[in-house]
């Protein structure tokens, strides 16, 4: 048994991953991917995902698949706005507070809620280290993330962000200060940039 030419090129085009979805989108049916894990033509890595055997895991991107409401949020989008050097052993989402993850990936990520108007706030693409696009929030809207979850987060990864965004050339201080006003952090943010600046 071979994998379908279709299929095949749908997986080489994906970083050699493909969904349940994408496969149904080519016009097979989700047997022929269980056929295939049997076979050994490939792996199962998450619910609805699949990859080609011995290749590494892109656990972000595959995360992401799984939700179209999950932005990469936090700690994560930290690391992939070059403002931490630490890759975070558990990644950090958010959602719009109306909606729902699955109890799976929820076991699989911090998850942080948001009301749905600014769920969108700030919201990019990046290359992770893989080399796949992924949703994130830029720089200016995971400042005011940190901030306002600051409970939850250890105080010197807030003020070692805080000092990285100052010192990077790509800062916002005008955006970033509309965001603060946005999620009612303005105070908070201005005690830091005073310590820091």
């Known amino acids: 048994m071979r994998i379908n030419k279709l299929i095949f090129e749908e997986i080489m085009q ?4 493909i969904t349940t979805a994408q496969v149904l989108s080519l016009g097979f049916s989700k047997t022929l ?25 892109d656990d972000m991107y595959t995360l992401m698949l799984r939700s179209e409401k999950i932005i990469f949020s936090h700690e994560t989008a930290l690391f992939l706005n070059d403002l ?15 909606a729902a993850l699955p109890h799976s990936i929820k076991e699989e990520c911090n998850c942080y809620y948001i009301k749905p108007k600014l769920h969108q706030v700030g919201l990019i693409t990046k290359r992770n280290t893989f080399g796949n696009e992924v949703r994130c929030y830029n720089a200016e809207r995971t400042i005011c993330d940190l901030l306002r979850s600051r409970s939850r987060l250890d105080e010197e990864m807030v003020i070692s962000a805080i000092k990285n965004y100052v010192a990077s050339d790509t800062k916002n201080l005008n955006l970033l200060a509309v965001y603060a006003e946005q999620f009612k952090i303005g105070k908070t943010l201005r005690g830091y940039l005073e310590v820091l600046l």
């Not at 994906?14 to 991953?17: A, F, G, L």
């Not at 998450?46 to 895991?57: A, E, I």
């Open 14 to 17: 994906n970083n050699n991953m």
């Open 33 to 57: 991917l269980t056929n295939y894990v049997k076979e050994g033509l490939l792996e199962r890595n998450r619910h609805g995902v699949y990859t080609l055997p011995d290749t590494v895991h």
């Open 84 to 98: 931490s050097e630490r890759t975070p052993f558990i990644h950090s989402v958010t959602i719009p507070s109306n």
